[in-house]
């Protein structure tokens, strides 16, 4: 069981790195295009910018979610001034990760909130008439994965105040 856990886990990150990278590449290649189009062949490009707002949606949640996957997200980390003692520096991040993920929470039920609205108003784009669901739902999956990280950070930090080792080690 904790084999295929651990391989849903990586399989989980290797599609949001290959999510990350995809969307940032197609980004990079529809704004060069943009750019062309526009100042050089004098077209507009308006279903570029649909396109590349879609792509920007999925790349920021996602880059959000990995980044506290990453557990690089920002963070004013202080608290080592302040516990010279591991096991209460420990609580205190932990403490720390308790308040994140209750925001990751409200975050991830707003969310749920926002794409079920998406879904049933059936909004579509100006130009190439997508649904606008298809960028509404990146804030919904990336809380989702948000959520599911700072989880499992704050069970690693209560584990590490009970002089645990942490469930999740980090790759190499």
């Known amino acids: 069981m904790k084999k295929v856990a651990l391989a849903v886990w990586r399989a989980l990150v290797h599609v949001q790195r290959g999510i990350l990278v995809a969307s940032a590449t197609c980004l990079i290649i529809l704004l060069t295009g943009e750019v062309i189009m526009r100042y050089i062949i004098h077209y507009p490009g308006m279903e570029v910018e649909e396109i590349a ?42 403490s720390a990760v308790a308040i994140a993920l209750v925001l990751a929470g409200i975050m991830l039920s707003w969310g749920l909130n926002y794409f079920i609205w998406g879904i049933t108003r059936g909004e579509r784009s100006r130009i190439l008439y997508m649904p606008m669901v298809l960028s509404q739902s990146s804030i919904f999956f990336g809380a989702i994965l948000m959520f599911l990280y700072f989880a499992t950070e704050l069970v690693d930090m209560v584990r590490q105040a009970m002089g645990r080792d942490p469930i999740i080690k980090k790759e190499s």
């Open 53 to 94: 707002t879609l792509l920007a949606f999925w790349l920021y949640f996602m880059g959000a979610a990995y980044g506290t996957y990453d557990r690089s997200h920002i963070k004013a980390d202080v608290t080592y001034l302040m516990f010279k003692d591991p096991k209460k520096l420990a609580i205190a991040k932990a």
